[in-house]
């Protein structure tokens, strides 16, 4: 998981005395409201409405949250019993999409940007993240911080993507069963239906390392938790100005809803939290314990 310390350039200046309230005189009580409004798919600016807090407090709030939440899932998500893994990337783009960058743009912090995101389909838990390029850099740091945080060898599945065969190779070595499905999808014609997503063909199971059981060559339960984060994170939205302005900003935003989600949300088909699920904790937790425990 990657996280910037440096929370100084995430936010504006706060405005004039009385206008705007400063993050540390917040009370507990606002700043778990706070939180819920923004887990719950909530923009910054209808946070800002719904709590009467100024946004750059929220987006400070948001930061400051996401540094603990990061180190949080960093010390609670270790030596976990998972048996299969599924992997996936989602996208989304910082303040340009990746075609309207220019030679002056940064285009490592600018334009299309990936979460590659790790699910255990049985406990719904959510072990390792990571913001980054799809690229093979990004796909070898992310399974290298998955394989750490594991205590079994697992069945790993994923999409086609070819970075995913040299960074399984890099981070797990002879250590894992993996499998990749292929997807085939019809053409769309531009038209009416053009924001549908296209239609799959024909999908195939492939091993590529070890002895994977084919039946669970998958990645449906991680595709479906894309929608988990379009919904829960208002800069995933498509087709808004939702998004986000800066990388950081990004982030911080990922790393408070895997946190929340992990923690305190109650996953309805196990019907309790994911953490409780895979035995990292015992308890449901709230946003105010979340809070706490992040701080």
Not at 68 to 86: A, F, T, V, W
Not at 254 to 283: L, Q, W
Request: charged share 25%; glycine share 4%.
């Amino acid at each position: 998981m990657n996280f910037p310390l440096d929370s100084k350039m995430e936010c504006g200046m706060l405005g004039s005395k009385g206008e705007r309230k400063s993050m540390n005189i917040l009370s507990k009580d606002r700043q778990a409201q706070i939180v819920n409004c923004l887990v719950e798919g909530n923009s910054i600016r209808s946070t800002e409405r719904m709590t009467n807090t100024h946004r750059d407090t929220i987006m400070r709030l948001m930061v400051s949250v996401a540094e603990g939440c990061h180190n949080l899932i960093n010390e609670k998500m270790r030596n976990l019993p998972c048996r299969r893994i599924q992997v996936d990337e989602i996208w989304t783009f910082v303040q340009k999409k990746q075609r309207h960058l220019n030679a002056l743009d940064d285009h490592n912090r600018l334009g299309d940007q990936y979460t590659f995101v790790a699910l255990d389909p049985e406990t719904k838990i959510v072990p390792s993240y990571r913001v980054g390029k799809r690229d093979l850099r990004n796909a070898t740091a992310f399974l290298h911080d998955l394989s750490g945080r594991l205590a079994n060898k697992i069945q790993l599945s994923s999409d086609a993507l070819v970075a995913y065969v040299d960074a399984t190779e890099e981070a797990f070595g002879l250590d894992v069963d993996y499998g990749q499905i292929v997807k085939s999808y019809e053409a769309e014609p531009v038209g009416p239906g053009r924001y549908s997503p296209p239609h799959v063909t024909s999908a195939t199971r492939a091993p590529i390392k070890g002895d994977p059981d084919f039946a669970h060559i998958s990645t449906s339960l991680v595709e479906r938790q894309n929608l988990t984060m379009r919904m829960s994170m208002r800069r995933f939205t498509r087709l808004t100005n939702a998004f986000s302005k800066k990388l950081e900003n990004l982030k911080a935003a990922v790393a408070v809803h895997f946190a929340h989600y992990n923690f305190v949300r109650i996953h309805s088909t196990i019907r309790c939290t994911p953490a409780m699920e895979a035995g990292v904790t015992d308890k449901l937790w709230t946003i105010r314990d979340l809070l706490r425990e992040s701080n």
